[in-house]
């Protein structure tokens, strides 16, 4: 059996499961293997030791296409922070729209950290007036961006409430109140839940309260595929789900590992606050320096961006495993919410009969 949604038809894949993309690192090898076991693989923001991001996503997108033919997706990260984010909403198009292998795989763009409206701009629409099926979402922790974003019309959004692992928003909502508040007001919206995801339990919920997809981060992570330095992966499985806690990340609070290096560290609680900082210094390089350092296996004095959903995961697993135990599981809790349905009449009858017997 399978789990068809508004998501899975939209973006041709076989299971409601995406992967959040893990930028600044790289997750290539991730990507194939998350479209390959039948979610929906994509490509992070790298911009690991100054690389140039153009080029590196484009390999990936090369890379991709040599190991599957199945969809996948990518991200770009178009805060006002981000320096390259201009030049790969202007070239990544043409790029995608000149490899017809590309074009025809690509099929999902997540823009994130910041403006939606930066890439709904000519070049994505050249793309898919060149006859490109890709579909544009947005990350929003807030109805108030969810609003945005749908004015602008785009094809769906990413809800991701504070759980979640990595950059957050200050309007610290969680994943579980930030669905609602989004199936309230904007019932038509396609949404992908994202933010504490890593079991069927989990994926079920979603999918009742309306999402057509499940997001995760850190359940990728410690999966045999990915990039990630194994004392990464390791500090994942010993975690538990009060471990992480939220710091001052690049565009924002941060939700990260509780190691030596966090302990004293908070999260700035405003945009003012925040700006403060970055002329006080090189924000930046000094975050990317220790987001760096956590992705060469130094977990103790760098930044280890990560979820609460890290308290649910003790192992690591190949992708196709997860995926595929996380669908079965999530079968299995849908069908079991299912069965505590009843019409109104047989309630009535069977109460009838229990008085009876009693
Ligand atoms: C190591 C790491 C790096 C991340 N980098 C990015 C990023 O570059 N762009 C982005 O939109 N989200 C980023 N995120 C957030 C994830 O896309 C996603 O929202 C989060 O992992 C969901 O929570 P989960 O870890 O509980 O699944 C990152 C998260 C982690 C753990």
Redesign the pocket.
Known sequence: MVIETNITQMLGIKHPIIA??????YTNKLTVAVSEAGGLGVL??ITLHGTVSLEKMKEGMKYVVEHTDKPFGF?I?TATLQPDAVKLCRKLPQFIMNNSKIKEQCKYL?T??GSPRMVYNKYFKALRDSGSDIKHFH?VPSLKLAKKVAKHGLDGIVA?GN?????QSYENISTLVLLQHIRQKLPEIPVIA?????TGEGLASAIAMGAGAI?????F?ASKECEFHEKYKEVIINSDVSDTKLVTGVFGPARVWKNIYAEDKVAVSNKVEKKAEETSMSLINDSLVKLEKSYEGNVDDGTV??????GLIDNIEYVSDIINKIVNDAEICLKNAFEMLKAENARADALEINNLII
């Open positions: 959040a993309p893990m930028g600044p690192f992070s923001h991200n990260r997540v994130s950290a990350v991701t759980e979640g692992g990595g950059h994202c933010g504490g995801y890593a997001a995760m981060g850190s359940r992570i961006l990560l979820g609460q959903s890290s």
